[in-house]
């Protein structure tokens, strides 16, 4: 049976008006295809906002607590920096009358100070003339350093007593030393030799000549030559050149305080 094949011939007006429903179909359909996708992209970009919301609300309520801690412990260190603040003031009243204290002492002190210094000098020119030269200089420089501010106090009044300490040290130990003396308006070069305060003499170098000081009348005075022994042998036992030992001494000769 043969086949035939039968075609429909729409009518020209009929075949556009179909072609523009479909075209409209396809129109409409893109649209809500694209309206799906932007309304998916606007899903997504809100996401991201309360993401990043979620994020920076986290951060700020961890910069909250932090703070808390940080307030907390501001707040006891507050407490101890005022304790200890108030212990300062305590401590500073405290100073501030020893200060006045010091000042006070210090009134009374550099008077009392400057007297043992004057009176260290006239002991060393009424004692027996041993030494003249460094301990009137001694005395020299207490008075110079009484005047100077960049000294303490305190160490002027340890350099005081260190010169009052050495003065005592004379009255106990004996030394040798070269020296010139005037007899009977003569100037000889001699050894001195110094027992502690009782005596102080000297012999001339070639050991012909021996004298002692005379306290009472206060000049050097020759002596007989039964001593030049024992004041030669006095003196090499005070340059330690020879051991000690008992020696005479003209100690009555030398006359009395």
Sequence with gaps: MDKHIKLFILPPILAIALLNTASAETTSLDSAVETKLQAQKDVVKSQKKV?????????????????IRKTDSLGTYNGQLSKLIKQQKVSLNAIKRQLDNVEETQRNIVPLMIKMIDTLGKFVELDLPFLMHERQQRVIDLKNVMDRPDVSLPDKYRRIMEAYQIEMEYGRTIEAYSDTVKLDGQEYTVDILRVGRLLISFQTLDGKISGVWNKESKSWEKISSEYDRSIKRGIQIAKKQAPPELIKLPLNMAGKE
């Design 51 to 67: 993401d990043t919301l979620v994020i920076q609300t986290r951060d700020m309520v961890q910069e909250y607590r932090d703070a």
